[in-house]
């Protein structure tokens, strides 16, 4: 490995995008971040979480969110220092080359292009409550007419997502003072319905075991719903003063999620009819059919006299899977552009507009978004995938961070995460418990899918003349890293099966005790993270792979 003092003279450059207009100001970042984070998520996590562990849920938004704070203070350092479009995708080609490059960029595409598409299923799931032949509350699946107004709704995604950045930032902003008021004020209303000895109702503070609740964050949309808090690193390249604004974007939009959730966890606990969850069967008890299950909120609202406040929830579980979807289309766009720009997709989705939008990288993640609708057709069958594929992602930041923290030590980083040493590795091991909670029924579909991007990718850089070598030594350890990643899921204790009837039958062994998997993955963890330090690129190789991005490449032409 190459020491810090390698090439002393070299400068760490600072890559740049072209063709983007850096348009988008400090609050349209923080906005771009938390119109992602309350999106569908909040108008289900709460009841699904709920029913898998009990009022412990509570205790899963806290776990999980320390999870996002620590994974966000990691972006927020790496985007600082290096504010690219498509950001997520793009860091781990800048610390190990082309292998992890190809890897977590596909992880990132991937994760980013599925989330347009269950923000459409939550549209149709709450619309069901005025327009009953989009939604089948019996199979808790979407139905025919369902499918294809979501269709419909993805390509508006599309078409709002060719206005000039500088517009598009004006009515997301627009949206999501909406989105986080209405939850606001639904915390607000629903504590004078608090009843406090619901608290311990339907079998106690955590009535199914910790266990549960584990398999509860990632399953039930605990994850899922802080999912885009880096959203501000995949539109990097269009922010201004971004060595400023987008760390500060990260953290500001976290905590304000944070908050949100765990309070609206809370008040939905305190607020539904204690007759409801006391008996016997606890949360189970509420039927699938129930306008709680529908529409947990909005359900809620109606059921305990609010109506005012039940018509402007119906209102927002349109505009809150709005604003998310429109915003994850934008960054789909971008992480195609970047990954263009490693030259790892096709060089057409690099070319933008005259407003500087990558209009063919957009028209992609429409149709690719269309794929992912045919297989999921409900909102809760996507979240699994969702949250693992977002995890996957987040593991290349820490791992990131650490190689740069040891070849370009002296590059600018306008924010700078305390205690890295520690809190890398730790990042790096909470990512891959999110993982592993998944359950092997999530993994291995996952698997799938990254080996048909795999596939897909290797055909596009076979026809491109000018594609990156392919850095095998500084990513040796990712194929273990992925495979282990699926033995010790399969092993474990997680199934991620569904368990609504009729229930799946496991498909991992849980030859892994409970407790000594938690130390399993633990160890694992370490050992990659480590090694991958170990094999990271030299110094002169990183700069180099900074210096490629730096600007100095010709504008791609504009059609």
Same mark, same amino acid.
């Given at each position: 490995?190459?020491?810090?003092?390698?090439?002393?003279?070299?400068? *760490?450059?600072?890559?740049?995008?072209?063709?983007?207009?850096?348009?988008?100001?400090?609050?349209?970042?923080?906005?771009?971040?938390?119109?992602?984070?309350?999106?569908?998520?909040?108008?289900?996590? *709460? /009841?699904?979480?709920?029913?898998?562990?009990?009022?412990?849920?509570?205790?899963?938004?806290?776990?999980?969110?320390?999870?996002?704070?620590?994974?966000?203070?990691?972006?927020?350092?790496?985007?600082?220092?290096?504010?690219?479009?498509?950001?997520?995708?793009?860091?781990?080609?800048?610390?190990?080359?082309?292998?992890?490059?190809?890897?977590?960029?596909?992880?990132?595409?991937?994760?980013?292009?599925?989330?347009?598409?269950?923000?459409?299923?939550?549209?149709?799931? !709450?619309?069901?409550?005025?327009?009953?032949?989009?939604?089948?509350?019996?199979?808790?699946?979407?139905?025919?007419?369902?499918?294809?107004?979501?269709?419909?709704?993805? +390509?508006?995604?599309? +078409?709002?997502?060719?206005?000039?950045?500088?517009?598009?930032?004006?009515?997301?902003?627009?949206?999501?003072?909406?989105?986080?008021?209405?939850?606001?004020?639904?915390?607000?209303?629903?504590?004078?319905?608090?009843?406090?000895?619901?608290?311990?109702?339907?079998?106690?503070?955590?009535?199914?075991?910790?266990?549960?609740?584990?398999?509860?964050?990632?399953?039930?949309?605990?994850?899922?719903?802080?999912?885009?808090?880096?959203?501000?690193?995949?539109?990097?390249?269009?922010?201004?003063?971004?060595?400023?604004?987008?760390?500060?974007?990260?953290?500001?939009?976290?905590?304000?999620?944070?908050?949100?959730?765990?309070?609206?966890?809370?008040?939905?606990?305190?607020?539904?009819?204690?007759?409801?969850?006391?008996?016997?069967?606890?949360?189970?008890?509420?039927?699938?059919?129930?306008?709680? +299950?529908?529409?947990?909120?909005?359900?809620?609202?109606?059921?305990?006299?609010?109506?005012?406040?039940?018509?402007?929830?119906?209102?927002?579980?349109?505009?809150?899977?709005?604003?998310?979807?429109?915003?994850?289309?934008?960054?789909?766009?971008?992480?195609?552009?970047?990954?263009?720009?490693?030259? !790892?997709?096709?060089?057409?989705?690099?070319?933008?507009?005259?407003?500087?939008?990558?209009?063919?990288?957009?028209?992609?993640?429409?149709?690719?978004?269309?794929?992912?609708?045919?297989? /999921?057709?409900?909102?809760?069958?996507?979240?699994?995938?969702?949250?693992?594929?977002?995890?996957?992602?987040?593991?290349? +930041?820490?791992?990131?961070?650490?190689?740069?923290?040891?070849?370009?030590?002296?590059?600018?980083?306008?924010?700078?995460?305390?205690?890295?040493?520690?809190?890398?590795?730790?990042? /790096?091991?909470?990512?891959?418990?999110?993982?592993?909670?998944?359950?092997?029924?999530?993994?291995?579909?996952?698997?799938?899918?990254?080996?048909?991007?795999?596939?897909?990718?290797?055909?596009?850089?076979?026809?491109?003349?000018?594609?990156?070598?392919?850095?095998?030594?500084?990513?040796?350890?990712?194929?273990?890293?992925?495979?282990?990643?699926?033995?010790?899921?399969?092993?474990?204790? /997680?199934?991620?099966?569904?368990?609504?009837?009729?229930?799946?039958?496991?498909?991992?062994?849980?030859?892994?005790?409970?407790?000594?998997?938690?130390?399993?993955?633990?160890?694992?963890?370490?050992?990659?993270?480590?090694?991958?330090?170990?094999?990271?690129?030299?110094?002169?190789?990183?700069?180099?792979?900074?210096?490629?991005?730096?600007?100095?490449?010709?504008?791609?032409?504009?059609?």
């Amino acid at each position: 490995m190459a020491s810090n003092t390698e090439a002393v003279g070299a400068s *760490a450059a600072v890559p740049t995008d072209v063709g983007l207009k850096r348009d988008m100001g400090f609050i349209g970042a923080t906005w771009a971040s938390e119109t992602s984070i309350i999106g569908s998520g909040w108008l289900f996590g *709460a /009841f699904l979480a709920a029913q898998a562990a009990g009022t412990a849920a509570l205790l899963g938004w806290v776990i999980a969110g320390a999870i996002v704070i620590i994974l966000a203070l990691v972006h927020a350092e790496l985007g600082g220092m290096y504010p690219v479009s498509g950001g997520t995708a793009r860091f781990p080609h800048f610390a190990f080359g082309s292998i992890a490059g190809i890897s977590f960029g596909f992880f990132s595409f991937l994760q980013a292009v599925t989330v347009a598409p269950i923000e459409c299923f939550a549209v149709m799931q !709450y619309g069901s409550y005025y327009w009953h032949g989009l939604y089948n509350a019996n199979t808790s699946n979407v139905t025919g007419l369902g499918f294809a107004m979501t269709v419909v709704l993805l +390509a508006v995604f599309t +078409a709002i997502n060719f206005l000039a950045m500088r517009l598009f930032s004006k009515v997301n902003a627009g949206i999501t003072w909406w989105k986080v008021a209405i939850p606001v004020i639904t915390i607000i209303i629903l504590l004078f319905k608090f009843q406090p000895n619901n608290l311990g109702a339907g079998g106690g503070f955590m009535p199914y075991g910790i266990k549960a609740l584990f398999a509860a964050i990632p399953s039930a949309g605990i994850v899922f719903a802080y999912l885009g808090f880096e959203q501000a690193d995949q539109l990097a390249g269009e922010i201004k003063n971004p060595q400023r604004n987008l760390p500060w974007a990260i953290l500001t939009a976290t905590g304000i999620g944070i908050a949100i959730y765990v309070l609206l966890q809370f008040v939905f606990i305190g607020a539904i009819p204690h007759s409801l969850i006391s008996g016997p069967k606890g949360w189970a008890a509420i039927p699938s059919t129930s306008p709680i +299950a529908i529409g947990p909120f909005a359900g809620l609202a109606g059921v305990v006299g609010l109506g005012t406040l039940a018509v402007f929830l119906r209102i927002d579980a349109f505009v809150s899977p709005f604003g998310t979807g429109l915003m994850y289309q934008t960054s789909t766009s971008r992480i195609g552009y970047g990954l263009a720009r490693n030259r !790892y997709f096709p060089q057409l989705f690099q070319k933008v507009d005259r407003n500087g939008v990558p209009w063919f990288s957009l028209i992609i993640a429409f149709l690719a978004g269309l794929l992912f609708l045919l297989p /999921f057709p409900s909102w809760h069958s996507l979240v699994g995938l969702v949250t693992s594929a977002s995890v996957l992602m987040y593991a290349g +930041a820490p791992l990131s961070l650490g190689a740069f923290r040891g070849q370009v030590p002296e590059a600018p980083r306008p924010y700078r995460m305390p205690g890295a040493v520690v809190v890398a590795p730790l990042a /790096f091991f909470l990512a891959n418990m999110l993982i592993y909670w998944s359950g092997f029924e999530v993994i291995w579909k996952l698997g799938i899918c990254v080996v048909i991007g795999y596939v897909l990718i290797g055909i596009s850089m076979a026809f491109d003349p000018q594609r990156p070598p392919l850095d095998w030594k500084s990513a040796q350890w990712l194929p273990f890293y992925l495979i282990g990643m699926g033995i010790i899921s399969w092993q474990g204790q /997680f199934s991620g099966a569904a368990s609504t009837p009729p229930p799946k039958p496991p498909t991992n062994t849980g030859n892994i005790p409970f407790w000594w998997d938690i130390l399993v993955v633990f160890g694992f963890s370490m050992i990659i993270y480590f090694w991958a330090q170990r094999v990271r690129l030299s110094r002169n190789e990183m700069l180099d792979m900074v210096n490629l991005q730096s600007g100095t490449a010709p504008d791609p032409k504009v059609h």
